[in-house]
């Protein structure tokens, strides 16, 4: 079997997302991608208003909903508390489904995260025990009502695209994939319903009857 890995903080979950899993599994052949909700990300503050276990219900809703167990969550992270580490991650999903996967697990990273993979817990041994795929982003589009909405970056990262992901100086072994992938981001989605913006067609249906159900980001 082989897997892939998907972790954010889904907040919310969306059709880019979605679409990036479906490519994995459908063009790439994987057989299944675990979507990992994160706990504490080293290198953001989760600054919206929400409840980690709403997070993690709108990715298991989600992922219930696609069936043929293709995309699957996995609340390793939050289940461990603290500060979610991915080579932690890695190594406790390598031994779950040991004897059972197929070479080394995937793992999904967009251009504005590799541009800073360096500054990573162990980033050399997450590059040797995994296979890195990098997946071109564009500069997230933030309206004028979307500040309290940003993401606050920890330590010494920068986040929000302020680093240049330079291919040809990205030193660790990794695929780049050639696909267009949706100009749509968390963060945009949380501006656009705290200013009661349309936003339905960003998210995946069971995403957006829940935020409505729950009257999350307003």
Known sequence: MKIA????????????????????????????????PTSNPPHKEITAKIKTEQRVEMVRRFCESVGG??????????????ISYTIDTLEYIIQ???????????LLMGEEIAAEFSKWKNPELVAGKSDLIIVPRYPDFYGKNASESKNIPKGNYYGDFKVHFDRSKFKYPHRYLEIPILTVSSTEIRAR??????????????????????NLYR
């Open 69 to 82: 167990g293709k995309f699957e969550l996995e609340s390793c992270e939050v289940d461990r508390g603290g």
């Open 96 to 106: 779950k489904y040991e004897g059972k996967i197929e070479g080394k697990p995937a």
């Open 5 to 36: 890995i998907l972790g954010g903080s889904f907040n919310p979950l969306h059709i880019g997302h979605a679409m990036l899993a479906d490519v994995i599994t459908h063009e790439l052949g994987y057989d299944k991608v675990l979507f990992i």
């Open 193 to 214: 319903v705290a200013s009661n913006k349309s936003y339905k067609y960003l998210v995946p249906k069971t995403i957006y009857e829940y935020i409505e159900k729950e």
